[in-house]
């Protein structure tokens, strides 16, 4: 191992022996946790070349158990997030695709650092069952089209090893490790072809334009090599997605958007943009075509209606909760909102307990933010700019005002989606 360690050290590329050795070595437990983060680090630090990025991804889907979707008829479409906050696309997305009847089979995972997961989210219905065996993951997309599951079986285990000892050793943004890390999993989990969103900016694990297009490159590559057509968007993070940050916060942003009701512009969009590619992926049909059924099912109730029988088959019950107590964050200056600073919110929101500081933590569901103001919206000396929800703990005025910029002069918005790769 130390002899791996060092090649990478020095710059050189590695054969699949070698990594496969280490890989198999950690999740063996033959190899301590200190020589795989040098070699993580090493990694970080020196890069892969494509050969060794496809070799580290069969590694990691090979490590566990691969999924045999073939019991599901037709086209399985998954999609992917790199992680942003408040993103809670997913939530909205499945329904809308599956009730166009695209099969949506998909897993998802648990709030990481400073971003929440999709899990956690679902977790705050009431009931919701998130533990599905593979046989009721089957039968749920066979009966109602879509499912929604944590990690089923013993799926790459190596990518599940390698990444929580990423997560404390500053190891996150590689991109051979990010690219191998979802790949492994969506190759492993039985899809056909995927949509991932690479996200882009301050709340986002590639914070350059260049960067995101790489890895969204490297990803498509990956797909290739194994047959699945891969669609990357390239997304803004430099803002929150959307108005909700905070478990039950996003699920009921995620239920207003799919009941039709007015949500923000850039959720709305990025809604119907993922959800159109897969459905245009799902049924070989043009965009076009994808598009019209997508906003159709939007409108005519499909898409909630297939949302309350997922919760349904998944044992949850929405009720009106009361609320806990909140307050007003008001603006102390007038002018137009120039950053909202996603990551400095995302760490707030995960301090008053919407996130988790150590595997075991419990999550407390109730609390978040909901924003009043996007970039480029006109503020009033003493208007709201968001409406906070505390529960165990609070947090100083001022730290909420920090994550807003305001400027005199009026500021440009950036698209939701800069670019689609694939
Ligand atoms: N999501 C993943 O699954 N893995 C990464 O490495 C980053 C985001």
């Known amino acids: 191992m130390i002899a791996i360690i060092e090649k990478k050290k020095n710059g050189q590329v590695l054969s699949k022996d070698e990594i496969k050795e280490a890989v198999m070595g950690y999740v063996e437990g033959s190899i301590p946790d200190y020589q795989m983060s040098a070699l993580l680090m090493a990694i970080v630090l020196k890069g892969m070349n494509e050969q060794e990025i496809v070799d580290l991804t069969d590694i990691m889907i090979h490590s566990g158990d691969m999924l045999d979707l073939s019991a599901i008829a037709g086209t399985k479409v ?187 512009k850039d959720f709305y969009e990025l809604v119907l943009t993922i959800a159109t590619y897969m459905v245009h992926l799902g049924q070989s049909i043009p965009m076009e075509e994808a598009k019209e059924q997508v906003l159709e099912n939007l409108k005519n109730g499909q898409g909630y209606q297939k949302f309350l029988e997922f919760v349904h088959a998944q044992h949850g019950t929405l009720y009106q909760k009361e609320r806990i107590s909140h307050k007003n964050i008001c603006a102390t200056s007038t002018g137009y909102i120039r950053q909202i600073h996603a990551d400095q919110l995302g760490s707030i929101v995960k301090e008053l307990g919407g996130g988790r500081e150590r595997v075991e933590d419990q999550i407390d569901y109730e609390v978040g933010v909901v924003l009043n103001k996007k970039v480029g919206d006109f503020v009033q000396l003493g208007e709201v700019l968001m409406t906070v929800y505390e529960n165990q703990k609070t947090i100083d005025e001022q730290r909420y005002l920090n994550c807003f910029e305001i400027s005199l002069e009026e500021v440009e918005t950036r698209p939701i989606i800069y670019e689609v790769i694939g």
């Open 78 to 264: 998954d999609k992917h997030s790199t992680g942003g906050i408040g993103d809670k696309t997913t939530l909205a997305v499945l329904p809308l695709v599956a009730s166009c009847g695209v099969k949506c089979a998909k897993m998802s995972g648990r709030g990481l650092g400073i971003t929440g997961g999709t899990i956690d989210k679902l977790e705050s219905i009431p009931g919701f069952q998130t533990k599905l065996t593979f046989s009721d993951f089957v039968n749920e997309v066979n009966q109602i089209g879509m499912a929604l599951t944590s990690q089923t079986g013993n799926l790459c285990p190596a990518d599940k090893k390698i990444y929580a000892l990423r997560d404390v050793t500053g190891t996150t943004e590689s991109i051979p490790l990010i690219a191998s890390s979802i790949m492994s999993k969506k190759i492993a989990s039985g899809a056909d072809k995927i949509v991932i969103d690479v996200k882009v900016g301050s709340g986002a694990l590639m914070k350059t334009l260049e960067d995101a297009k790489n890895l969204a490159h490297t990803m498509i590559q990956i797909g290739k090599k194994y047959q699945k057509e891969v669609i990357c968007l390239l997304t803004d993070m430099e803002q929150p997605l959307g108005y909700a940050i905070g478990n039950r916060l996003e699920v009921e942003e995620a239920i207003k958007f799919l009941k039709g009701e007015e949500v923000s």
